[in-house]
């Protein structure tokens, strides 16, 4: 049987943060992972098939990939399909690099604008945080951002913006309107024995240059180096409780499908918003029927994924569209703010990418049946190279209906109950997405597009996977407190987006990892006062 001091149950994005930290602090760590290093010489993006690949075996849903190491999700009741990865460095092995932060109003919408709830900190606690997170996943940017309070400039210098970037940004001044280079998690030079970017523009596929930061890269070497021991093919069924009210460890299924269990003074879910609910209601028993860490009854309520339109102009000139890295080349926050009159509160957060290479231009899920034959290459030609495309993020306001619920019949190849979904798109949402559609296209047609198409909201966009539990300072309506410490579970901590109050409209992995390295840093300093199985 395995011991340590702390499990910590996912080594992507929070949990590689969480172990780099605790390794350097001297604990005995075991991290438990239910899939497996991946393999960068396998990544799709040196390969002419990439973008047929990214439909099939490097598909971001689990439902469609199929891998062993994934576990299947019911989501026939979800207007928006999860996407996640399983492997060390989690999903950042398979998101586009967008390192944007919330922003300061992001922590005060019930004060700002009487809806949701307010964090129980704010972008000020946080702060420093981000920046020491930007320099630990070697962030590229520009500083001076009028959307964001002073602070630390990026580590590195912007990557390059493209024509695209350039066309966009012009339109932009011409209508008074923000923009500004993008921060990207993205290597513009070397660091920490790290390649640059060489601009294969199949970010979301893997990074064989391992230039894009991802966990198994930044923060799992020198981790497992300071004595972290990391177990792939580790899948956690539940987790396991004393008599007086502590955890004290996890069970969990080997690949070769042994059972086993480990003991641990401390335990960090970071399985992600999906996952970490049902670890929790997965581990209901007699004495805890509706799950750990669930008196507030929100254990998977609140689940938020950022509803996301994408809105494409149509250009007579070359703009080489389907060059460099996929997140975004220039951002902008013009209507990130509330404003009242317009019928919505929040807003959204737009970024400007690539729009992808010739396979991608010409599959019928954007060519259509119609254009085969000789009307073809007339469609590929209109569409290669010649398109730009704004990603609107929307902000998604918590509902507790929208949740993470066990299915009554699905599970996994381990016979674990599986995760059901339910989320549909508010009203709220709906009509801010419909706003800042409608001023993406004058953006576009600002810009010179000579026909424009939207996507209202793309359902295979669930990337952001937030709420599920989570933090406040109440254990009524809370499951965590500030530092992601369990109100009902003292020596249980989730530093994953599952503690998200509320989404912002922005990219949030950024977010999860300055608040994991908060957490921990917590934990680390206040060892001494730590409740812990005898």
Same mark, same amino acid.
């Given at each position: 049987?395995?011991?340590?001091?702390?499990?910590?149950?996912?080594?992507?994005?929070? @949990? +590689?943060?969480?172990?780099?930290?605790?390794?350097?602090?001297?604990?005995?760590?075991?991290?438990?992972?239910?899939?497996?290093?991946?393999?960068?010489?396998?990544?799709?993006?040196?390969?002419?098939?990439?973008?047929?690949?990214?439909?099939?075996?490097?598909?971001?849903?689990?439902?469609?990939?199929?891998?062993?190491?994934?576990?299947?999700?019911? $989501?026939?009741?979800?207007?928006?399909?999860?996407?996640?990865?399983?492997?060390?460095?989690?999903?950042?092995?398979?998101?586009?690099?967008?390192?944007?932060?919330?922003?300061?109003?992001?922590?005060?919408?019930?004060?700002? $604008?009487?809806?949701?709830?307010?964090?129980?900190?704010?972008?000020?606690?946080?702060?420093?945080?981000?920046?020491?997170?930007?320099?630990?996943?070697? &962030?590229? +940017?520009?500083?001076?951002?009028?959307?964001?309070?002073?602070?630390?400039?990026?580590?590195?210098?912007?990557?390059?913006? @493209? !024509?695209?970037?350039?066309?966009?940004?012009?339109?932009?001044? !011409?209508?008074?309107?923000?923009?500004?280079?993008?921060?990207?998690?993205?290597?513009?030079?070397?660091?920490?024995?790290?390649?640059?970017?060489?601009?294969? +523009?199949?970010?979301?596929?893997?990074?064989?240059?391992?230039? !894009?930061?991802?966990?198994?890269? =930044?923060?799992?070497?020198?981790?497992?180096?300071?004595? &972290?021991?990391?177990?792939?093919?580790?899948?956690?069924?539940?987790?396991?409780?004393?008599?007086?009210?502590?955890?004290? %460890?996890?069970?969990?299924?080997?690949?070769?499908?042994?059972?086993?269990?480990?003991?641990?003074?401390?335990?960090?879910?970071?399985?992600?918003?999906?996952?970490?609910?049902?670890?929790?209601?997965?581990?209901?028993?007699?004495?805890?029927?509706? %799950?750990?860490?669930?008196?507030?009854?929100?254990?998977?309520?609140?689940?938020? &994924?950022?509803?996301?339109?994408?809105? =494409?102009?149509?250009?007579?000139?070359?703009?080489?569209?389907?060059? %460099?890295?996929?997140?975004? !080349?220039?951002?902008?926050?013009?209507?990130?703010?509330?404003? =009242?009159?317009?019928?919505?509160?929040?807003?959204?957060?737009?970024?400007?990418?690539?729009?992808?290479?010739?396979?991608?231009?010409?599959?019928?899920?954007?060519?259509? $049946?119609?254009?085969?034959?000789?009307?073809?290459?007339?469609?590929?030609?209109?569409?290669?190279?010649?398109?730009?495309?704004?990603?609107?993020?929307?902000?998604?306001?918590?509902?507790?209906?929208?949740?993470?619920?066990?299915?009554?019949?699905? =599970?996994?190849?381990?016979?674990?109950?599986?995760?059901?979904?339910?989320?549909?798109?508010?009203?709220?949402?709906?009509?801010?997405?419909?706003?800042?559609?409608?001023?993406?296209?004058?953006?576009?047609?600002?810009?010179?597009?000579?026909?424009?198409?939207?996507?209202?909201?793309?359902?295979?966009? @669930?990337?952001?996977?937030?709420?599920?539990?989570?933090?406040? $300072?109440?254990?009524?309506?809370?499951?965590?407190?500030?530092?992601?410490?369990?109100?009902?579970?003292?020596?249980?901590?989730?530093?994953? @987006?599952?503690?998200?109050?509320?989404?912002?409209?922005?990219?949030?992995?950024?977010?999860?990892?300055?608040?994991?390295?908060?957490?921990?840093?917590?934990?680390?300093?206040?060892?001494?006062?730590?409740?812990?199985?005898?």
């Amino acid at each position: 049987m395995e011991q340590a001091d702390v499990l910590i149950i996912g080594a992507g994005a929070s @949990g +590689g943060v969480a172990a780099g930290a605790l390794a350097e602090a001297g604990f005995d760590v075991l991290c438990l992972e239910q899939g497996d290093w991946p393999d960068r010489a396998d990544y799709p993006a040196q390969r002419g098939t990439y973008e047929l690949e990214a439909r099939k075996q490097w598909s971001g849903s689990p439902n469609v990939r199929r891998d062993p190491s994934d576990y299947p999700i019911n $989501d026939t009741d979800s207007a928006v399909v999860p996407l996640m990865y399983a492997g060390v460095g989690g999903s950042m092995i398979m998101y586009a690099g967008d390192w944007p932060r919330l922003l300061p109003s992001d922590f005060r919408v019930r004060s700002l $604008d009487g809806v949701a709830d307010d964090w129980p900190l704010r972008y000020r606690d946080l702060q420093p945080f981000y920046e020491r997170t930007d320099v630990a996943f070697g &962030v590229s +940017g520009v500083g001076g951002d009028p959307a964001y309070p002073d602070g630390a400039e990026p580590p590195l210098p912007p990557l390059p913006i @493209g !024509k695209i970037g350039a066309r966009m940004a012009e339109a932009h001044d !011409k209508l008074g309107w923000h923009w500004w280079p993008a921060a990207q998690a993205v290597l513009s030079a070397p660091h920490r024995g790290r390649r640059p970017c060489v601009q294969f +523009g199949a970010c979301m596929q893997g990074c064989p240059e391992g230039a !894009k930061a991802s966990t198994d890269l =930044t923060h799992w070497p020198a981790a497992i180096a300071g004595g &972290v021991r990391l177990l792939t093919g580790a899948r956690v069924s539940r987790l396991l409780m004393s008599d007086n009210g502590l955890v004290s %460890g996890a069970e969990f299924v080997r690949s070769d499908g042994s059972w086993h269990i480990v003991r641990a003074g401390v335990v960090m879910l970071a399985a992600n918003a999906v996952g970490t609910p049902r670890i929790l209601l997965n581990s209901a028993s007699s004495r805890y029927p509706d %799950g750990l860490a669930n008196s507030s009854g929100l254990v998977g309520r609140r689940l938020m &994924v950022h509803p996301f339109a994408n809105v =494409t102009g149509y250009f007579d000139d070359d703009l080489e569209s389907w060059r %460099g890295h996929v997140g975004a !080349k220039i951002t902008s926050y013009e209507f990130y703010e509330t404003d =009242t009159s317009r019928g919505f509160v929040r807003g959204a957060k737009w970024s400007l990418a690539p729009t992808g290479g010739p396979l991608n231009a010409a599959l019928p899920t954007r060519a259509g $049946d119609e254009v085969w034959g000789d009307a073809h290459h007339d469609h590929v030609r209109r569409h290669l190279g010649r398109t730009i495309s704004w990603g609107i993020f929307g902000e998604d306001l918590p509902d507790e209906t929208n949740r993470v619920m066990l299915d009554a019949a699905l =599970t996994d190849s381990s016979g674990i109950p599986a995760p059901k979904i339910t989320y549909s798109v508010s009203e709220n949402s709906r009509r801010l997405l419909d706003f800042h559609i409608a001023r993406a296209v004058e953006s576009l047609q600002a810009a010179g597009a000579y026909d424009v198409a939207t996507e209202s909201l793309m359902p295979y966009s @669930g990337w952001h996977l937030l709420g599920t539990a989570r933090m406040g $300072d109440d254990p009524q309506t809370s499951v965590v407190n500030q530092y992601g410490r369990c109100h009902d579970i003292p020596n249980l901590y989730i530093v994953d @987006g599952s503690v998200f109050v509320t989404s912002g409209g922005v990219n949030p992995t950024s977010t999860i990892t300055a608040l994991a390295l908060r957490s921990t840093e917590q934990l680390i300093a206040n060892r001494r006062n730590q409740q812990t199985v005898a």
